[in-house]
């Protein structure tokens, strides 16, 4: 694997990163999976989605996410419309009305790393251009996002015995013998972590974070230092 990471910020006015259990009333994970991550990642590269899930196994990627915006969350009704049912818009009569959760105003910081050097070279390329080949969303194709390229860094794995304040969002596994702070919140979420190319998520795990975006201390066997301070542990 690349001893470089590439680095980038994402952000958009709303986020929606449906949580699998959640039907009439769609909540929201606080941030992005990491295969949605991915997805994010193959839209910039152009990858396409029936076969980006192969370039992005945790053997070949290594992913990890900071909280940039304190999480906040705001419920909107929506009218859903059946169209299968006529062939013109104006004649459809059924619709439902559901209320979906939305993160407010999201910004987080993707930390990423590859073995394939080409697929990294593209990345890195494309955020140095603020260019995507297909359009960037945060979660649903209507909540676009912007992004911008932080920089690309040397990164170090770091054997570790004592606590160490993290600025990414942690594996719960990694996260156990953490320190509480006065002044933060703290929340685990399940998430999918590993999805194959039928779109079928085979891996879940549990993930710990601060939902204002500080930093959490932890005391993890290793984690990864970047050159510019940011200390990170990969979903």
Known sequence: MNSRILTFDIW?????????YTTTSPLSFAFPPRPTIAGMISAIIGLDKTEYADHFKKKDANIAIRIIKPVKKIRISQNLIDTKRALLFSRIRQRT???LEYVKDPRYRIYFQHSDKNLYQRLKTCLQNHESVYTVSLGLSELLANFKFIGEFDLREVENKNPVLLNSVLPIQLS?????????????EDMPIEMN?????????KVFYERDGKPVKAMPDKYFRAENGDTILFL
């Open 97 to 99: 009305q559901i209320r």
């Open 176 to 188: 156990a013998d953490f320190s509480p702070e006065t002044g933060k919140a703290y929340f685990s």
């Open 197 to 205: 190319k039928q779109r079928i998520v085979t891996q879940f795990g």
């Open 12 to 20: 958009g006015d709303l986020g929606h990163f449906k949580k699998p």
